[in-house]
């Protein structure tokens, strides 16, 4: 049975919100339209539905480019026009401030992307017959050609690597490709257990010739372990005059086109300080770079390999100031107090961070402003609640476009000590 409701606003999530008799979560919507659902999970409080038809639809709807849209679980918003959708995520980002945070502020800098092929890395999944990526909330593989959120030269390797692994039967279950400025690839192939292993073929000019010719190296993993690497385990990403080396298995920043932008938002905010620790560092993505701004730097990242990356960024750009240490935030924050810095750069997973890390953290006397970078506003907004709580006042709260096409919302916050 279908009822028409009309869509209130856009949510944290990316679905469409209606109130009628109860609550309905509709995706694939814009506020204002009169759509057509189904419902087909019903909660206490709420219900989740999908859109039959859009009655009345929005002037700011367009039709999606990808022919995969709704089906892959990719992304949520390609049906609405790119400009549209920096206001709607705008708007959810003040929404959760206000409701989970209290913080009621203004969005002012407001930084779009490029809203197609800006991604250098891919996760693709295979299950022997289909590759590409996961349907929505299932582990069913919706099997694809192209991808709209890649680089062009990542696309480009979808067929190559789909034949690839039919012809010599490789059974694996997910392929992580990284790209650099230069086009230049890391591929991993993830195994579920190591009897597959054995079909591996040790050459690799086999891959380059069959696959892509810029592949640099290629690893095989199974339950996280590395069994083979042919080639080199690392490439080099340069943005702006920072060179970075990143492994297989280190984490860098997916948006090419707003590295240089997040890069110089938490450089703007470290001006005039003298000490600076960085938490989740990584590769030394931003640490890099504040260390050209201030006196002395510490990163602390607890992935092995990123922290072997970051220290030999130090080198590659000829740093004195900066010194990276493995450890967890715990372990972390010892570090931090020791070393007494004027400055903290937060960059923690969407997860966050949690009420004893802010503390902590905030007890550090030698601390006068926090640097928050976030990929996620619900748990922003419960530690600048904290970080109040703690003594320190929101200041400014910048948003970045990391993910379109996507719910995703990256901002950076600014808090200053009372």
Do not use: W
């Given at each position: 049975?279908?009822?028409?409701v009309?869509?209130?606003?856009v949510?944290?999530?990316g679905h469409?919100?209606?109130?009628?008799?109860?609550?309905?979560?509709?995706?694939?919507?814009?506020p204002?339209e009169e759509?057509?659902?189904?419902v087909?999970e019903e909660k206490?409080?709420y219900?989740?539905a999908?859109?039959v038809?859009?009655?009345?639809?929005?002037?700011?709807?367009?039709?999606a480019?990808?022919?995969y849209?709704?089906v892959c679980?990719?992304?949520?918003?390609?049906?609405?026009?790119?400009?549209?959708q920096i206001e709607?995520k705008?708007?959810?980002?003040k929404?959760q401030l206000?409701?989970i945070?209290?913080i009621d502020t203004?969005i002012k800098d407001?930084y779009p992307s490029n809203p197609f092929?800006?991604?250098n890395?891919a996760?693709?999944?295979?299950d022997?017959?289909?590759?590409?990526f996961?349907k929505h909330?299932s582990?069913?593989?919706?099997?694809?050609?192209?991808?709209?959120?890649?680089?062009e030269?990542l696309n480009?390797t979808?067929q190559?690597?789909k034949?690839f692994l039919?012809?010599?039967a490789l059974?694996v279950?997910q392929?992580?490709v990284?790209?650099?400025?230069?086009?230049?690839?890391l591929?991993?192939f993830?195994?579920?257990?190591?009897?597959?292993?054995?079909n591996?073929?040790?050459?690799l000019n086999?891959?380059?010739d069959e696959?892509d010719?810029?592949i640099k190296?290629?690893g095989?993993?199974?339950?996280?372990k590395r069994?083979?690497?042919l080639?080199?385990d690392?490439?080099?990403e340069?943005?702006d005059?920072?060179k970075?080396?990143?492994?297989?298995?280190?984490?860098?920043?997916?948006?090419?086109y707003?590295v240089?932008?997040?890069?110089?938002?938490?450089?703007?905010?470290?001006?005039?300080?003298?000490?600076?620790?960085?938490f989740?560092?990584g590769?030394?993505t931003?640490t890099?770079?504040?260390?050209f701004?201030?006196?002395d730097?510490?990163?602390?990242e607890a992935?092995?390999?990123?922290?072997k990356d970051a220290?030999?960024n130090v080198?590659h750009n000829?740093l004195?100031?900066?010194?990276f240490?493995?450890?967890?935030?715990?372990?972390g924050?010892?570090?931090a107090?020791?070393f007494?810095?004027d400055l903290?750069?937060?960059?923690?997973?969407?997860?966050g961070l949690?009420?004893?890390?802010?503390?902590?953290?905030?007890s550090?006397?030698?601390v006068?402003r926090?640097?928050y970078?976030?990929?996620n506003?619900s748990?922003?907004?419960?530690?600048l609640?904290?970080?109040q709580e703690?003594?320190?006042k929101v200041?400014?709260?910048?948003?970045i476009?990391m993910?379109?096409?996507?719910?995703h919302?990256?901002?950076v916050s600014?808090?200053?000590?009372?």
């Amino acid at each position: 049975m279908s009822k028409v409701v009309k869509i209130q606003k856009v949510v944290y999530g990316g679905h469409g919100l209606a109130k009628e008799d109860k609550v309905y979560f509709v995706p694939y919507t814009l506020p204002e339209e009169e759509v057509e659902i189904q419902v087909i999970e019903e909660k206490k409080d709420y219900s989740v539905a999908k859109p039959v038809k859009i009655v009345k639809p929005s002037v700011f709807r367009q039709e999606a480019p990808c022919k995969y849209y709704t089906v892959c679980g990719g992304c949520d918003f390609q049906h609405i026009l790119y400009e549209k959708q920096i206001e709607i995520k705008k708007e959810i980002l003040k929404d959760q401030l206000l409701r989970i945070g209290k913080i009621d502020t203004e969005i002012k800098d407001v930084y779009p992307s490029n809203p197609f092929n800006y991604r250098n890395k891919a996760q693709f999944k295979f299950d022997g017959k289909n590759f590409g990526f996961y349907k929505h909330n299932s582990h069913e593989i919706v099997d694809v050609d192209y991808c709209y959120l890649l680089k062009e030269d990542l696309n480009q390797t979808i067929q190559p690597l789909k034949k690839f692994l039919l012809k010599y039967a490789l059974n694996v279950s997910q392929i992580v490709v990284f790209s650099n400025y230069k086009d230049e690839k890391l591929i991993k192939f993830e195994f579920t257990d190591d009897s597959q292993i054995v079909n591996v073929i040790p050459d690799l000019n086999i891959y380059k010739d069959e696959i892509d010719k810029k592949i640099k190296g290629v690893g095989f993993y199974s339950k996280n372990k590395r069994h083979l690497l042919l080639g080199e385990d690392v490439v080099f990403e340069v943005v702006d005059r920072y060179k970075y080396r990143v492994s297989m298995d280190s984490f860098f920043q997916v948006n090419i086109y707003q590295v240089k932008n997040l890069i110089d938002i938490v450089v703007s905010y470290v001006e005039g300080y003298k000490k600076v620790v960085d938490f989740y560092c990584g590769v030394g993505t931003l640490t890099i770079p504040i260390a050209f701004h201030v006196k002395d730097v510490l990163g602390i990242e607890a992935n092995e390999e990123a922290v072997k990356d970051a220290k030999a960024n130090v080198k590659h750009n000829n740093l004195k100031n900066l010194k990276f240490l493995k450890g967890k935030t715990d372990k972390g924050l010892k570090y931090a107090k020791d070393f007494k810095p004027d400055l903290i750069v937060l960059d923690p997973p969407r997860s966050g961070l949690n009420k004893k890390i802010v503390k902590e953290i905030s007890s550090i006397e030698s601390v006068k402003r926090v640097v928050y970078v976030s990929c996620n506003p619900s748990t922003l907004a419960r530690d600048l609640k904290d970080f109040q709580e703690s003594g320190f006042k929101v200041n400014k709260i910048s948003m970045i476009d990391m993910f379109p096409q996507t719910h995703h919302i990256e901002s950076v916050s600014v808090l200053d000590k009372i």
